[in-house]
C-alpha cells in the first residue's frame, strides 16, 4: 500500500529564498506531523495537525516557517527568506489520529540545502 | 532542553551477539515510548512500543525494557544481524499531548 510520500526529495536553494516542501500521507490518517533532523541532531518537532482542528504550531522556529493542510491530506511547509540554518532534512509523517497514543509512519524526508 | 537522551552515537557489535541501545527522558509525563529505526535516505521506521504500564515488550529480537523510576528505556536486540545496522531513534509522548520527542540517535553496526 501507499505510505508517506514527499517531494521534492532534494531541494538546493539560495539564501533568500522560498522553498515549499510536500507531504501525502497514508490516505485515512487525520494526523500529521512535520520535523526537521539537522547535521548530528535528533527529530525536533515542527507542526502538527490533527483533523479539522487548529494545528499545534509550537515547534515552528520562527515566523519565515508556515504549513498548511488542505482538505484534511495533503500539507504543504513553505520556509520564507531560507538562511543557511535552515539546511536539514524535512520529515513529515501521519498517523491514524484515533484516540490515545498512535504510531507515526514516516516518509522519506525532504534534503533541503541552502547555499 | 533535551527530554529524550540517547548518548551513545554509535555502537558496534559481533553478529549473534546481543545489541542494547539506551535511552533516557527527563519528563515524568511520559507515558508511550517508541523505538524506530532509520536507513540512510529513508524515513524512520516504527520498531516497537511500550506504554509506562508495562516494563516489557517483545517483539522477536527486539526487546524494550522500561525503568519508570530511572526514566531509562533500552532496545535489546538478540541475535544481531548485519541488517539491523541502521541509526535507532528513541521517542516518546504523553497520551494527553500532541508532540513526540526524540532522541538524537545511535547508529548501530553489526559486524558480520
Known amino acids: 500500500g501507499a505510505g508517506v510520500s514527499q517531494s521534492p526529495s532534494n531541494k538546493v536553494t539560495e539564501k533568500g529564498k522560498d522553498v515549499e516542501l510536500r507531504c501525502d500521507p497514508i490516505?485515512?490518517?487525520?494526523?500529521l506531523y512535520w520535523y526537521r533532523q539537522s547535521l548530528g541532531q535528533g527529530l525536533e518537532f515542527l507542526i502538527y495537525?490533527?483533523?479539522?482542528?487548529?494545528?499545534?504550531k509550537s515547534g515552528l522556529p520562527s515566523d519565515r516557517f508556515s504549513a498548511e493542510r488542505t482538505g484534511g491530506s495533503v500539507s504543504t511547509l513553505t520556509i520564507q527568506r531560507t538562511q543557511q540554518e535552515d539546511s536539514a532534512v524535512y520529515l513529515c509523517?501521519?498517523?491514524?489520529?484515533?484516540?490515545?497514543?498512535?504510531?507515526?509512519?514516516f516518509g522519506p524526508g525532504t534534503r533541503l540545502t541552502v547555499l | 532542553d533535551q527530554q529524550v537522551k540517547q548518548n551513545s552515537p554509535s555502537l558496534s557489535v559481533q553478529e549473534g551477539r546481543i545489541s542494547i541501545l539506551n535511552c533516557d527522558y527527563t519528563n515524568s509525563m511520559f507515558d508511550y515510548f517508541l523505538w524506530y529505526k532509520k536507513y540512510p535516505a529513508e524515513g524512520p521506521t516504527f520498531l516497537i512500543s511500550i506504554s509506562s504500564i508495562k516494563d516489557k515488550n517483545e517483539d522477536g529480537r527486539f526487546t524494550v525494557f522500561l525503568n519508570k523510576s530511572a526514566k531509562h528505556l533500552s532496545l535489546h536486540i538478540v541475535p544481531s544481524q548485519p541488517g539491523d545496522s541502521a541509526v535507532y531513534f528513541c521517542?516518546?509522548?504523553?497520551?494527553?499531548?500532541?508532540?513526540?520527542?526524540f532522541g538524537t540517535g545511535t547508529s548501530l553496526t553489526v559486524i558480520p
Open positions: 509523517a501521519s498517523s491514524p489520529g484515533l484516540a490515545g497514543v498512535n504510531t507515526q509512519y
Open positions: 495537525f490533527q483533523g479539522n482542528s487548529a494545528p499545534d
Open positions: 490516505s485515512g490518517h487525520t494526523a
Open positions: 521517542a516518546a509522548s504523553s497520551s494527553t499531548g500532541n508532540q513526540f520527542y
